[in-house]
């Protein structure tokens, strides 16, 4: 063990030696706790502090990776919602990996060339109204990721319009279940459970909760004739 020496106040970089706190269990190194220029508090072995391994809490090698990601993607918004929109949208129609391919590339859905290049699709997304919160909403559901396809809708809304999303057809007119449940004033659990059970779609939708539709019950004539085969 080497001579002991007192590091309190001393500076290493972003950091600041405050007290000794221990040793280190074998070489008998001495743990200081520092305090870091960003705030955080750190415990560093004096060796690591004289010899310049450790210059701060961590924070220095984090605005490394920050600048490193920052240079590979030029436009600087890596950590943007917009930028994770346009992965997201990559990912699902050309990841083979990624867990909703099968909904989209899987099945022909693919992202226009010119929207590979996220510049292009930031400056689509802007002048058609984009901001936090909103979500990419393809027109046609069976068509692709570009410009004439899609638009910006609140998420909420795009939960209407998925291919989980049961749409019916009744008099020209076409919706989910959802929105003919509150056009027809029905329950919507009901009106799933009877186009689930294999109801036409005119019937489901204009036969009125609690409406008995099946076959009228057989008399006590009818019952007693089936019992002795008569």
């Not at 600048?67 to 992965?87: D, M, P, Q």
């Not at 979500?135 to 069976?142: A, K, Q, S, V, Y």
Request: proline share 3%.
């Amino acid at each position: 063990m080497g001579k002991y020496v007192d590091r309190r106040g001393k500076r290493y970089g972003r950091l600041v030696a405050i007290k000794d706190v221990g040793r280190t269990t074998k070489q008998g190194d001495v743990i200081w706790l520092c305090k870091c220029d960003c705030g955080n508090l750190a415990r560093v072995r004096g060796s690591s502090l004289t010899s310049g391994n450790t210059r701060s809490c961590g924070c220095l090698a984090e605005e490394g990776r920050n600048r490193f990601i920052t240079a590979a993607t030029k436009h600087g918004e890596y950590n943007t919602s917009l930028y994770r929109v346009w992965c997201s949208m990559k990912h699902r129609c050309l990841n083979k990996n990624d867990q909703s391919y099968h909904n989209y590339g899987g099945r022909g859905i693919n992202v226009c060339d010119e929207w590979l290049n996220y510049e292009a699709f930031r400056d689509w997304a802007i002048a058609n109204g984009y901001k936090k919160g909103l979500t990419l909403e393809r027109i046609n559901n069976d068509g692709n990721y570009e410009p004439s396809n899609c638009k910006w809708i609140p998420k909420a809304k795009q939960s209407n319009n998925t291919r989980r999303c049961i749409r019916l057809t009744y008099n020209g007119k076409t919706m989910n279940i959802k929105d003919w449940a509150n056009t027809m004033g029905l329950p919507y659990n009901l009106l799933q459970k009877r186009i689930k059970r294999g109801w036409p779609v005119e019937k489901a939708l204009t036969t009125k909760p609690g409406a008995k539709t099946g076959p009228k019950p057989k008399t006590t004539d009818e019952r007693l004739r089936k019992v002795v085969g008569i």
